[in-house]
């Protein structure tokens, strides 16, 4: 049996602005999705995905001389376009008379927004020996900034350059990491549709990614809990200012103290709040369970 893992992410910078050459701060989390291969002897896919709770939540049984016969089930036929994908990036890949049974496991919620798709594609990817990055342009599309937290076990700075992936391992280790937290929105967001909108956003991009650059840089260097929080705030005020949407703090949550700001496309998964044990109750009593410290949910 093979087994592959990948880990979830969190952009905390350069959402949007990403898809357009913006240097962005990603984050690898503890949580991600396994993949186990077991050969067969017959030209048969036989796929089980689990919950993090262990339970079965998609099944297919596919014989592979009808891959390319795409199902009328929205899951499986959006497997079975990864794994087209892949046969194309490798024309070996699932491509002789033995087949394969394969079982995914996560190990966070689907609705949290981590990665359920990207953590997928990098395992087909590194099962497949083809390049994710490539996998994910032919499949799902995006910015990438996702494999490359699959990829890696420490924070990275994401950039597309020349139409190719740029990413740098990098130190992000400010003493106020005790004073982050992540809290789930009670909601998933589309980012199909974030994404949709922002390129239907019209405005000088180039200027605004120089800017997002600029601050993801401050981001990652600062070491003073009250200039992080104020670029935060800046980050938010400047995304906000192009898409022309209001802040999720000044939509929700004004009278809280700290900092509070988006991740991913906007409206839903996970917003970063700064904060102490105690300040963060205020999400709790408005109805926000899920509050993760940093180094709960941080590689």
């Not at 880990?7 to 984050?27: H, T």
């Not at 499986?76 to 087209?84: E, G, T």
């Not at 996702?146 to 990098?170: F, G, H, R, S």
């Amino acid at each position: 049996m093979q087994r592959f893992y990948s880990n979830g992410k969190l952009l905390i910078s350069g959402e949007y602005a990403v898809l357009d050459g913006a240097q962005s701060l990603a984050l690898p989390t503890k949580f991600g999705q396994s993949l186990e291969v077991s050969v067969l002897d017959a030209p048969v896919l036989i796929w089980e995905s689990f919950s993090c709770e262990k339970e079965l939540w998609f099944q297919a049984e596919l014989q592979l001389s009808k891959l390319k016969q795409l199902s009328l089930e929205p899951k499986l036929a959006i497997l079975q376009k990864i794994l087209m994908a892949a046969q194309e990036l490798n024309p070996s890949f699932l491509n002789d008379e033995q087949g394969a049974f394969v079982q995914t496991f996560l190990t966070f919620p689907n609705e949290w927004g981590l990665g359920t798709s990207s953590t997928l594609i990098n395992n087909i990817a590194t099962w497949a020996k083809v390049d994710a990055f490539t996998l994910l342009k032919k499949s799902f599309g995006g910015s990438g900034y996702d494999i490359a937290c699959a990829q890696n076990d420490t924070p990275v700075l994401y950039q597309i350059k020349n139409n190719k992936p740029v990413v740098e391992a990098v130190l992000f280790c400010p003493n106020f990491l005790d004073q982050i937290y992540f809290v789930y929105l009670n909601q998933k967001q589309d980012s199909k549709e974030g994404i949709q909108l922002y390129k239907n956003t019209e405005g000088d991009k180039e200027q605004f990614c120089a800017k997002i650059s600029a601050l993801t840089a401050k981001i990652v260097k600062t070491n003073s809990l009250l200039e992080f929080e104020k670029l935060l705030k800046e980050h938010e005020q400047l995304t906000g200012g192009f898409l022309n949407i209001v802040p999720v703090q000044e939509q929700l949550f004004q009278d809280y103290p700290g900092a509070i700001k988006s991740l991913g496309a906007w409206g839903g998964d996970f917003m970063l709040v700064t904060g102490t044990e105690d300040s963060v109750n205020y999400f709790r009593e408005r109805g926000f369970e899920t509050i993760i410290p940093y180094r709960d949910m941080i590689l």
